[in-house]
């Protein structure tokens, strides 16, 4: 919504109101704080919450964050992965993708596996450091209006409401984005139609599964499953039939059945946490809608097979701190945010989200022979250093920042 109003410059609250207290609203924080811009930061939830989401950080992410002193925290929680693989079970054949081939072109050849909440309490602390930041958790935001010369955020604050005023609003605030909603922003795309459920347990796969990696996708008879390895668990990706219900499948007899398949042994499995989710593929038109902005989740929804859509949302913030620092601090013209858009929406279309898709249709191959053609062609392309370099170039993300890059 946008409303004309007199420019009220020396009323407003923060030069930036950021939406969403999650890694990529943080990371934005940060980068901003850095350079000496004010924000307020709005989290709708009471503290960072540790639940089950992405646990995969990729080489130019870990490079990223380099600039926030973030890297070494997470390499002291983390797993370091130096490659990763896709499986044929029960038979263990498969093609393992080896990161050191890109050590010429990051200081971080490998996947990083640590869980997404870790990195968000290594940016709450960087946060609450920084003088020109305020984080406030339990204000979850109602509404957001534009005018001619700032944004007002409406918000919920104890039993009551607050507005704040800002230069521009950044919606980091997830899929269901309220920041995207009152720009009146579709998000085109659709939903996949199968359920995954994903479960932790502390058994040790490795220990049963010869060659195994820390990053596994795996086919099985009549399906697929993935294993993730974080510090002291796996996390479990089930991917249920689509001809029985959800419900039925993750009672916990199926749970278990489905672990069963992947490891027989005369004891239950030991299962954490679960829960199941819905995928989707997801995109904005804009990236900016005049003073409104948005990054990661808000903007757009990938498969999760491949760790893309994470690392996407932070990459965003980083370019997104680059146009708004430009703009703010040094005296670019706000079209310089347009740039932010060209840069980010195309690789984000074109790379993350096609990419993912076609992970997905590759896992979701069910015709054994044409499952032996895939992996002959993943094995030779793992044999063959030129086409492995090329291969993990579009897969660590680092082709699309590239091509970010030209975009002027």
Known sequence: MSDPAPNNSKSLDAEVLIVGGGPVGLCLAGL????????????????????????????????????????????????????????????????????????????????????????????????????????????PVEEVRQHDDFAEVRFAEGSGHRSLRAHYVIGCDGARSVVRKSADLPFEGVTYPETTLLATTTFPFEEHLEGLSNVTYCWKEGGQFSLLKVPGRWRVSIYPREDIPVEDQIAPEALEKSFQEIVARDESYQIGEQRPYRVHMRIVPSYRHHRILLAGDAAHLNAPAGGMGLNGGLHDAFELAAALRAVIREGASDKRLDLYDRRRRPVARDEVIAQADRNRARMRERDPQRRRELMNELQATAADRDKLRAMLMRSSMIDGLRRAARFQ
């Open 32 to 139: 901003l704080g850095q350079a000496g811009i004010a924000a307020i930061v709005l989290e709708a939830g009471d503290a960072i919450e540790q639940d089950l989401r992405a646990s995969t950080f990729h080489p130019p992410t870990m490079d990223f964050l380099e600039q926030l002193d973030a890297t070494q925290p997470l390499l002291e929680q983390g797993l370091i992965c130096p490659n990763w693989q896709i499986r044929w079970h029960p038979y263990g054949d498969r093609a393992v993708f080896d990161l050191s081939v890109l050590s010429d072109v990051t200081k971080h050849p490998y996947r990083l596996q640590v869980e997404q909440w870790k990195l968000s309490k290594v940016l709450e602390a960087k946060v609450l450091s920084l003088p020109q930041l305020d984080l406030r958790f339990a204000s």
